[in-house]
């Protein structure tokens, strides 16, 4: 693996676990950087299929979306058809007559590169409020000696089922591109040609081992039926967070969303695994857990 691609794979990870372990308007921060970003990827690759998409618009209400999570998530869903009216509005109103794709680009870009990174936003403001004691909402662990034991339960459950995540993204990526490469026999899908069956199953057993263990340190209610669940969940819409973005990149006809980050490519081509996962993750937390909890 090239240096440029090793050495700022590794200024990635610290900055997502520094900002991660930070929380509040830290972490909303360097999520609204990411979404800006990709947002702008986004938009390019739509433009080069000739499509006029409401790009101000829709960047604007997706800072706004991660701004409200923050304060209050629930707030956020409400924001959301108040937005895509906005959208429409403003396409309505321009000298060129707005078409179906310029439409449902921006709506698309909206849900797609906007709404659902918020859940990210939403999940690390879990139990977050009360463990707050930087500026901004930030918080830094006061009990060190613990969690060098091993003892994550003092730690907010935001923080830890984030970090347990993205532990289990890395794993679901890292495993099926290894063993994909060397063992990877039988193609996945069109759209990836370099995906492959092997690599995928292997991806996401990784992402399934990783839960388990977390589901075990952080004493999850029903641990292993738990670590499985997340595990799948996790690997499975990883899985489908990279095709996605190849499809995208395939309909515009270019290698990379973008050329941001050496040796890695465009920051959709980096994050595109976290899009659809956010969701899935916040719900396990919020809803199936407690229901674990409660057959106990």
């Known amino acids: 693996m090239p240096w440029p691609r090793i050495i700022s794979g590794i200024i990635a990870i610290i900055m997502a676990l520094s900002s991660t372990l930070l929380g509040g308007w830290y972490f ?24 006029t998409p409401s790009v101000i618009i829709t960047m604007f209400v997706s800072q706004v979306l991660l701004a409200i999570s923050t304060l209050d998530g ?90 347990l995540s993205f532990f289990c993204i890395w794993a679901a990526d890292i495993g099926a591109y290894i063993f994909g490469k060397f063992f990877g026999k039988t193609r996945l899908s069109d759209i990836s040609p370099k995906k492959t069956v092997e690599g995928a199953v292997f991806g996401i057993s990784a992402s399934v081992a990783v839960a388990i263990a ?36 395939r309909d515009a006809g270019v290698k990379d969303s973008g050329q941001l980050i050496p040796g890695h490519g465009g920051i959709l081509d980096r994050t595109d695994s976290y899009i659809f996962t956010a969701p899935l993750v916040y719900y396990f937390v919020t809803l199936l857990l407690p229901l674990l909890e409660k057959t106990l």
């Open 74 to 163: 629930s707030l956020a869903d409400a924001i959301m058809p108040i937005a895509g009216t906005l959208i429409c509005f403003y396409l309505l109103f321009q000298p060129k007559l707005a078409t179906i794709a310029d439409i449902s680009a921006s709506i698309m870009g909206l849900f797609y590169v906007g709404y659902l990174p918020n859940y990210w936003v939403r999940l690390r403001g879990i139990n977050h409020a009360v463990t707050i004691n930087l500026p901004l909402g930030g918080y830094w662990p006061s009990n060190w000696q613990d969690i060098s034991q091993g003892n994550f339960t003092s730690l907010p459950t935001g923080l830890t089922a984030t970090i």
């Open 28 to 51: 909303t921060v360097a999520i609204a950087i990411v979404v800006f970003l990709g947002q702008q990827e986004y938009f390019n690759l739509v433009r080069s299929r000739g499509i």
């Open 214 to 249: 977390g589901a075990y340190f952080l004493h999850f209610p029903h641990w292993l039926i738990a670590g499985v669940t997340l595990g799948l969940i996790i690997g499975i819409a990883s899985l489908l967070g990279d095709l996605t973005e190849s499809l995208l990149k």
